[in-house]
């Protein structure tokens, strides 16, 4: 029998080496990412009334592109699309949310059951706006936009063509925001006023004639008076809900102007404000109020009982984290969108007793479900 001869040390040396190298390379695995959990609203252990649903950014976050969906999976490429340079107000009809930006000067409009985005008012011509800020949508899909620069509100259709101009300089010292009527025959119109100026006030018009119909409220701290009046939201039996902005407080009337009652006060505790800027209703009569310093968003009742806040102060970017919130709405399946100026993002709060895939939102358009 033969006996095996040993290794050199010189080849035990190189095998050792190479062992060694080997191990070297094979490193444990890095510990998997923490799951994803999105935060529900009042936080456990009370049951959930509203759940973080999506982030919008840009277009890409809703444009349907089969090829570049492809692409990307196979490159790792990174999602690319129109980014939103500074959001203030949305609004939202069947699945398609609206977007004001001061800076690039037209509304964006996210079309989430087509799969598609558009622009509306950045074409020469009668439509053309200058400045937008307020938006509200009727329940045909008509689009008002309050155009600051303007000093006007400019109406287009549900086609995002032109339709009308109501207002005008003479009408206005800072209009701030407008509300139609589910309708479409009323806009209410803020005007913000200022220091030097009387004019703070809510300003209605025929939404189609354009004729001027009456002026709600009037400079003060009184019942059913205004300092820096906000936004305006019509309440489920028609009261309108109008965000006193220097008086710290909610102002409600009737459906013909007549004040009712007012809630809130300046401070910081639950159901008090420090800085309200938009205000939204739901199908229930919920009121939803934005307040800037906050960082989040305060749900009352129809006569402001205070419910929830959702969201927090934050200088870091997260879901529910805000540093300059500006505009809220409720859609007809009770989601909540609320925009981010300083984070340039429109944040999505599902209602938790709605389904995931329930919807406008969720709806896609047949080539994408494919």
């Known amino acids: 029998m033969t006996t095996p001869a040993l290794p050199t040390r010189r080849a035990l040396l190189t095998t050792l080496g190479a062992a060694a190298w080997v191990?070297?390379?094979?490193?444990?695995?890095?510990?998997?990412?923490?799951?994803?959990?999105?935060?529900?609203?009042?936080?456990?252990?009370?049951?959930?009334?509203?759940?973080?649903?999506?982030?919008?950014?840009?277009?890409?976050?809703?444009?349907?592109?089969?090829?570049?969906?492809?692409?990307?999976?196979?490159?790792?490429?990174?999602?690319?699309?129109?980014?939103?340079?500074?959001?203030?107000?949305?609004?939202?009809?069947?699945?398609?949310?609206?977007?004001?930006?001061?800076?690039?000067?037209?509304?964006?409009v996210f079309d989430v059951p087509a799969g598609k985005a558009h622009r509306i008012g950045d074409d020469d011509g009668a439509g053309q706006l200058v400045k937008p800020i307020g938006l509200d949508v009727d329940a045909q899909g008509n689009l008002y936009v309050a155009d600051i620069g303007a000093k006007a509100v400019m109406v287009y259709g549900p086609d995002r063509i032109f339709r009308r101009k109501v207002g005008g300089e003479k009408w206005f010292t800072r209009l701030s925001s407008v509300t139609a009527d589910p309708a479409g025959t009323r806009i209410y119109a803020v005007d913000l006023g200022g220091v030097s100026s009387e004019q703070h006030m809510v300003r209605v018009f025929d939404a189609r004639s354009g004729e001027h119909l009456q002026d709600i409220g009037k400079r003060g701290t009184g019942p059913g008076e205004f300092n820096l009046p906000r936004d305006v939201a019509i309440g489920k039996d028609g009261r309108l809900y109008v965000v006193d902005g220097g008086n710290f407080r909610v102002v409600v009337f009737d459906k013909e102007g007549r004040y009712l009652h007012s809630f809130g006060s300046v401070g910081r505790q639950f159901g008090q404000f420090a800085r309200p800027k938009e205000i939204a209703t739901d199908?229930?009569?919920?009121?939803?109020?934005?307040?800037?310093?906050?960082?989040?968003?305060?749900?009352?009742?129809?006569?402001?009982?205070?419910?929830?806040?959702?969201?927090?102060?934050?200088?870091?970017?997260?879901?529910?984290?805000?540093?300059?919130?500006?505009?809220?709405?409720?859609?007809?399946?009770?989601?909540?969108?609320?925009?981010?100026?300083?984070?340039?993002?429109?944040?999505?709060?599902?209602?938790?007793?709605?389904?995931?895939?329930?919807?406008?939102?969720?709806?896609?358009?047949?080539?994408a479900a494919r």
């Not at 390379?25 to 973080?52: I, K, T, Y």
């Not at 009569?285 to 419910?307: H, K, M, R, S």
């Not at 809220?328 to 399946?333: H, L, M, P, S």
């Not at 709060?349 to 895939?357: E, G, I, M, Y």
Request: aromatic share 10%; with cysteine; hydrophobic share 45%.
């Open 23 to 108: 191990a070297g390379c094979a490193q444990a695995p890095p510990a998997p990412a923490a799951a994803f959990v999105a935060p529900v609203f009042p936080p456990p252990p009370e049951p959930a009334r509203f759940v973080w649903e999506r982030v919008i950014r840009s277009s890409g976050d809703i444009v349907i592109d089969e090829v570049g969906n492809l692409r990307r999976m196979l490159t790792g490429e990174e999602l690319r699309g129109e980014v939103l340079s500074k959001p203030y107000a949305v609004a939202v009809h069947q699945g398609r949310i609206f977007v004001s930006d001061t800076v690039t000067r037209f509304v964006r």
């Open 283 to 367: 199908l229930e009569g919920n009121v939803y109020v934005v307040d800037t310093a906050f960082g989040n968003f305060q749900i009352f009742t129809a006569d402001g009982e205070l419910l929830l806040f959702v969201g927090d102060r934050s200088e870091r970017d997260a879901p529910a984290k805000y540093m300059l919130p500006s505009g809220i709405a409720v859609d007809e399946d009770g989601r909540v969108y609320m925009v981010d100026q300083w984070f340039r993002k429109i944040d999505v709060f599902r209602p938790a007793s709605l389904k995931t895939d329930s919807g406008w939102l969720a709806r896609r358009p047949a080539a």
